[in-house]
C-alpha cells in the first residue's frame, strides 16, 4: 500500500519521477481529498524556493529543470515565487533609521513606492548573487508570462570577471527568441549612450545606442533595456559595456560594465 | 442521487454542497485542482482546460445520473480524457508548425517593455499587498522566503508548527497574496517608479 503522504512520492509525483501507477494513484488521490492537493502543492513551492535559494540537491536538478522549468505553465510559478522572494527581501530589510520619515512628509507614501520599486530592482541582483555557493547552477532566465519567445536577463551589478562563473549565470531555454537585458546605471544624466555585447575574449557581437535603448529613471539610476536576438548568445562567457558622455564638452567613457555567462 | 434534468445550473451546483455558498466555493477549488492537474500533465492551456472538463460535465447532466458521493471522481475521469485529447493536438500542431517558415522575431519593442512592465507593476503590487498581511502573516512568508532550510526549520520551532504546518500555511498565504495581485490597486499608477522623474509615468526611449 503506497504512503501518499510521503515526502519521498510527493517530490517524485513533482518531478515527474514515478510510475504511471504511482501517479495514477496520486492525482486520484488529490482529486478526492483537498487537503493531499494542498500537501502537494505546498511541496511544491518547497521545491522552487530551493530552487531560487540554491539549495535543491543536486540530485533532484535535471529532474526539476525537466519536469519544472521546461514546462511554461510551471515556470510561471517559478517567476511568481522569485517575486514574492524579491518583496521578502526587500521588506525583510530594516528601515535606515526607524523613524516613519514617510508619514511627516505629504508626498512621502509615493517616495516610499518608488524606492520599494528600486529595491526590487536591486533585490534581483541580490538573489543572483546567493546562487554562489553552487558554481554549477544557472539561474533560468526570467521569461515574461505575457510575450511567450522573450527572457529577460537582470544582470547583477558589481561583478568582477573571477566572479563570473559564481553569479550571473542564466540558462536561455531552447525556445526563445529574444532576449531583453536589463540593468541599471548609477547615474541620472547621461548623453549619447551607447551599449556593447562582445565574447569575453572576442570583438561586439551586437551594439546599440541611444534610440535603440528603452531607458527609465529611478532613483537609483538609469534602468537601461535592450532587446537582442537569442541566437546571438551561445554557450560561454560574455560582457555587456555601456558608455556614454558624463556632460557635454567631454569623451565618451564606460560607465557601466557587466559580466555574465550563458549556458543552453 | 442527483439527477440532471438538463433545466438548470442548480442541478450541476447540487453536485457539490446542497447549500448554494458552499458549492461554489467547492466548485472553485476544484477548478483550481483541475489547473494543477493539467500543469502537472503538462498540458498547454490548463485554464482552458480546466474550463473545458467543467463544460464537459456540465453538458452530461442532461442525460446521466451522478452520485454525489464523489463528484471529483467524474470531473477527474473528463479530465484524463481532455489530456490525452490536448497530447494528440499538440502533436497534431507540431506537424504544422515544421513546415511552416520560423519568424524569430514576433515581438515589437513595446511588447517587450510592456512585458517588462507587467512584471514591475507585480512585484511593486506584491510588496504593497505584503504590508496588507497580519505582523504574524507578515512574518511568517518573509521568514519562510528569506531563510536557508535550516532557517525554516527554526522558523518551524519558533511558531511551534511543524514543517508540514509551516510549509502549508506560507503555501497559502501566497496563494492569497498572488491571488490579490491580480487585483490592482488604484494607487499604483501613482507610485510608478519613474513617474514624477521622467514623462508623467512613462519610459521614454533616449534621444
Known sequence: ?264 | MIVGDGSSSDVYLQLFDANPARAAEKHEALRRRLIKFFEWRRCRSPEDLAQETMARVFAKLQNISFSTDDPAAYFFGCAKNLVHEDRKAARKDERQNATLDNNDWPESDDDVVAAMDTQIDRRTILQQRLQSLTPAERKLVVQYCIRNSDGRCRLSEELNLTMGNLRLQFHRLKERLLRQTQEKPPALQQVRPSSHVLDDGHRRRQR
Do not use: C
Not at chain 1, 81 to 105: E, N, Q, T, Y
Not at chain 1, 229 to 251: K, N
Open chain 1, 1 to 264: 500500500m503506497t504512503d501518499l503522504r510521503d515526502e519521498d512520492l510527493m517530490r517524485r509525483f513533482l518531478l515527474e519521477d514515478l510510475t504511471p501507477e504511482e501517479r495514477e494513484h496520486v492525482e486520484a488521490a488529490f482529486f478526492r481529498d483537498p487537503a493531499y492537493f494542498d500537501a502537494l502543492s505546498a511541496a511544491e513551492d518547497e521545491l522552487i524556493l530551493l530552487h531560487l535559494r540554491s539549495e535543491l540537491p543536486e540530485r533532484w536538478r535535471d529532474s526539476f529543470q525537466r519536469a519544472i522549468l521546461d514546462s511554461p505553465a510551471r515556470r510561471r510559478h517559478v517567476d511568481d515565487m522569485r517575486g514574492l522572494l524579491a518583496a521578502s527581501v526587500a521588506a525583510g530589510a530594516p528601515p535606515a533609521d526607524g523613524s516613519r520619515w514617510w508619514k511627516r512628509s505629504p508626498k512621502g507614501l509615493g517616495v516610499l513606492f518608488t524606492a520599494a520599486a528600486a529595491v526590487l530592482i536591486l533585490a534581483f541582483g541580490w538573489l543572483l548573487r546567493q546562487d554562489r555557493p553552487q558554481p554549477a547552477t544557472a539561474s533560468p532566465a526570467i521569461r515574461t508570462g505575457v510575450t511567450p519567445g522573450v527572457v529577460t536577463l537582470f544582470l547583477a551589478p558589481g561583478l568582477t570577471r573571477a566572479d563570473l562563473r559564481q553569479s550571473n549565470v542564466f540558462r536561455i531555454p531552447a525556445g526563445a527568441a529574444r532576449v531583453q537585458f536589463g540593468l541599471v546605471v548609477p547615474q541620472h544624466q547621461l548623453a549619447e549612450m551607447r551599449i556593447q555585447l562582445r565574447p569575453v575574449d572576442g570583438a561586439a557581437i551586437a551594439t546599440a545606442t541611444g534610440g535603440d535603448l528603452v531607458v527609465r529613471d529611478t532613483v537609483d539610476g538609469l534602468a537601461v533595456t535592450w532587446p537582442v536576438p537569442a541566437s546571438l548568445l551561445g554557450p560561454g562567457d560574455y560582457i555587456l559595456t555601456v558608455s556614454a558622455t558624463p556632460a557635454p564638452g567631454r569623451d565618451p567613457e564606460s560607465v557601466a560594465k557587466r559580466f555574465f555567462s550563458v549556458v543552453r
